[in-house]
């Protein structure tokens, strides 16, 4: 029933949408709305990942999600498995509840995170339901404006995005969701080509990403096969110290300095180009899986328009196969 986006990318935002089979309701009262939610709520405890907006519809779900460590399929199959089991429980059915499968787009974070939330919100405007979002019960856009509990929504890091005191916040959000009514449908939403939204070098990252997770995965074949190495987390260290002149307790600490940053940067592009995992990156950097996902997508733009990043990146590798393999 639910199987995984193109591609998994730790820290990557999705803008799901899942819909009833020909089109029919999946929400048929309050009942089903709040098991939906309590489903979503449990799922997010176990398989934590952060959830921006949602809305369900009558024969359809929205969601906006980041992911952490955990595959967004897996969230998915388990969140529909469960929801469709309540439902033909409850109903005396049996079959398929929900389409074959989900639609998943990654989604530039930004300028897209509040743009989805605005679109999300806008669902039951553009149907006729309500004439303002704030009057759907079964979306979040209440949790933003303050209306009812947070609950499971994640508000902070999209109101972060229009001031800084959270009054102020909601008022400059509500003002934005209202300004997206006369816009209407948007395509760009639901069909892309590639299954990624964003800025065409957003786009590419992504792409090329695609490339070495499908060469990841088949590092993690070899590697069960008995003939790839391990990576030497000390050996890349060295690395960057030797290349970039900078101690470790700089770069792997929390300074903010142009050249730490750099120095990050290309640690986390060398690492991952040498069969380091985002996770083994955050354990030596002390950043969050996200973090050195986002990092790792600005590293791969920079390496195409930075000749001297792309340089010392390439020096980093080389001197890490230096200091990984000694004898060779």
């Known amino acids: 029933m ?19 089979v020909d089109r029919q309701a999946i929400f048929h009262d309050e009942r089903d709305h709040e098991k939906f939610i309590a489903l979503l709520t449990a799922q997010k405890a176990r398989l934590p990942f952060y959830l921006y907006a949602y809305c369900l519809m009558t024969n359809h779900i929205h969601l906006l999600i980041e992911r952490m460590t955990d595959d967004v399929g897996r969230i998915m199959h388990r969140l529909l498995t469960g929801y469709s089991q309540y439902y033909n429980r409850r109903y005396l059915r049996s079959g398929h509840l929900l389409q074959g499968r989900y639609k998943a787009i990654l989604c530039q ?18 149907a006729k339901m309500v004439k303002r979002a704030e009057q759907y019960p079964y979306s979040s856009h209440r949790a933003y404006l303050g209306i009812e509990p947070a609950g499971p929504v994640d508000v902070d890091p999209v109101l972060r995005r229009f001031g800084r005191q959270k009054k102020l916040a909601r008022e400059r959000f509500a003002d ?43 590092a993690v074949r070899r590697k069960q096969a008995g003939t790839t190495a391990d990576f030497k987390a000390e050996a890349l260290i060295a690395a960057v110290e030797t290349i970039c002149g900078i101690p470790k307790e700089d ?28 996770t083994v990156l955050s354990s030596i950097l002390g950043l969050s899986a996200a973090s050195v996902s986002r990092r790792h997508d600005i590293a791969v733009c920079r390496s195409r328009e930075d000749d001297a990043f792309s340089a010392v990146s390439i020096k980093v590798i080389k001197r890490y196969k230096q200091n990984a393999n000694p004898e060779s």
Do not use: W
Not at 251 to 276: D, N, P
């Open 109 to 126: 974070s930004d300028p897209y995170m509040a743009e989805l939330a605005r679109y999300i919100h806008l669902n039951p405007v553009r």
């Open 176 to 218: 934005h969701v209202a300004a997206g009514m006369k816009l209407g449908h948007q395509e760009r939403f639901y069909q892309t080509d590639s299954g990624i939204l964003g800025s065409d070098e957003f786009v590419d990252s992504m792409i090329h990403r695609i490339g070495e997770f499908d060469a990841t995965a088949a």
């Open 251 to 278: 770069f792997c600490g929390t300074a903010k300095a142009q050249r730490v940053i750099f120095a990050k940067e290309a640690l986390i592009l060398a690492g991952r180009r040498s069969g380091a995992t985002t």
């Open 2 to 20: 639910a199987r995984g986006p193109r591609v998994e990318v730790e820290g990557g935002l999705y803008h799901l949408i899942t819909r009833g």
